[in-house]
Nanobody, 130 residues
Framework: QVQLVESGGGSVQAGGSLRLSCAASGYTDSTNTMGWFRQAPGKEREGVANIYTATGIADYADSVKGRFTISRDNTKNTVYLQMNSLKPEDTAMYYC???????????????????????WGQGTQVTVSS
């Protein structure tokens, strides 16, 4: 079982920045990927970014490319999401997740599908005001 604890959420004005952190503990050997997802009220959960922990290869949703950066520190079992140029539409609960995602799913752009992930954190709220 993997435990995930997110932190770093908050309220910012449009154009501002936030850095989210997710610390993993427990049995992580069965996973190869950590990801960030978000869910706004009344909307489905969507993938934001994921990173393969061994290689550092990352994928991003089109809506955040060029603004968000995912990174990891394997010595701390922690993944980060640096969010710059935030927009009001980025407002959501942000969740960290881990799973085992086959690398061939990158070619099909399926790495950000929630069904690939089986361990989820409790979430941290991000609110961006205009």
């Amino acid at each position: 079982q993997v435990q995930l604890v997110e932190s770093g959420g908050g309220s910012v004005q449009a154009g501002g920045s936030l850095r989210l952190s997710c610390a993993a503990s427990g049995y992580t050997d069965s996973t190869n990927t950590m990801g960030w997802f978000r869910q706004a009220p009344g909307k489905e959960r969507e993938g934001v970014a994921n990173i393969y922990t061994a290689t550092g290869i990352a994928d991003y949703a089109d809506s955040v490319k060029g603004r968000f950066t995912i990174s990891r520190d394997n010595t701390k079992n922690t993944v980060y999401l640096q969010m710059n140029s935030l927009k009001p539409e980025d407002t959501a609960m942000y969740y960290c997740a881990t799973g085992f995602v086959a690398t061939w799913r990158q070619r099909l752009r399926q790495t950000l599908q929630p069904y690939n992930y089986n361990n989820w954190g409790q979430g941290t709220q991000v609110t961006v005001s205009s």
